[in-house]
């Protein structure tokens, strides 16, 4: 079972378009995370939310934390090719062992100029 | 700080061979990680530990192993080289506060021929 279902799977774009990513769970979370990886790196930290219905900002980047703390989403405003990775979720589940993280199934964004 | 350093970069191993992924972390971080990321996937845990002496299985520990004799050092050992164990191999490093936000390596590509 996985924990973490991340959507979509793929998302092809082009340059100045606006985008969604979700990250859901049946499980509650104290807290999300979300990683981008770029081609042949390992994962960067973007953002934490820890409180439900929480919104943070990064640049064009905005992040969600649902307010039952079971999902979150990225929306990316006009994307830029520089935006181009893996992105991924990850926490640990109110009932889980705190001192490892689950990481979700990935979405790939391509933003092609 | 050079954060988490991985060696080597790439490696082509036949399969029976053994060898040891080194990780290094400069920043005095107590919990550190192993994943394997597969092409397309999200990361898989390997093994993890919680300080020096400390280790624990993840959620695909077989044909691995691992030792924490120091806070830095937290080699990934891979005794009988299999097809199945070519991946990409993620070292991660954390405080352990600051909800468990992980710090990862460049990462090292093993092909197992």
């Known amino acids: 079972t996985q924990l973490l279902e991340q959507s979509p799977q793929f998302l092809s774009i082009q340059e100045g378009e606006n985008l969604t990513v979700y990250c859901n769970s049946s499980?509650?979370?104290?807290?999300l995370q979300w990683y981008r990886q770029e081609p042949g790196e390992g994962p960067v930290l973007l953002v934490t939310?820890?409180?439900?219905?929480e919104v943070k900002k990064l640049k064009r980047l905005t992040f969600q934390f649902g307010d039952a703390r079971k999902d979150s989403s990225l929306h990316i405003t006009a994307a830029q090719p520089g935006d181009t990775g893996l992105y991924l979720c990850?926490?640990?589940?109110?009932?889980?062992?705190?001192?490892?993280?689950?990481f979700g199934t990935g979405t790939r964004l391509q933003v092609f100029p | 700080n050079a954060g988490v350093t991985q060696t080597p970069k790439f490696r082509i191993l036949k399969i029976g061979q053994s060898m040891t992924l080194q990780c290094t972390q400069d920043?005095?971080?107590?919990?550190m990680y192993w994943y394997r990321q597969d092409p397309g996937m999200g990361l898989k845990l390997i093994y993890y530990?919680?300080?020096?002496?400390?280790?624990d299985k993840g959620e695909v520990p077989n044909g691995y192993n691992v030792s924490r004799s120091t806070t830095e050092d937290f080699p990934l050992r891979l005794e009988l080289a299999a097809p199945s164990q070519t991946s990409v191999y993620f070292c991660?490093?954390?405080?352990?506060?600051?909800?468990?936000?992980?710090?990862f390596g460049p990462g090292t590509r093993l092909t197992v021929l």
């Open positions: 939310v820890v409180t439900g219905g």
């Open positions: 991660a490093s954390s405080s352990g506060r600051l909800k468990n936000e992980q710090f």
């Open positions: 920043m005095n971080h107590n919990y």
């Open positions: 499980s509650v979370f104290s807290s």
């Open positions: 990850a926490g640990a589940p109110l009932d889980y062992n705190t001192d490892k993280l689950i």
């Open positions: 530990s919680v300080g020096a002496g400390i280790t």
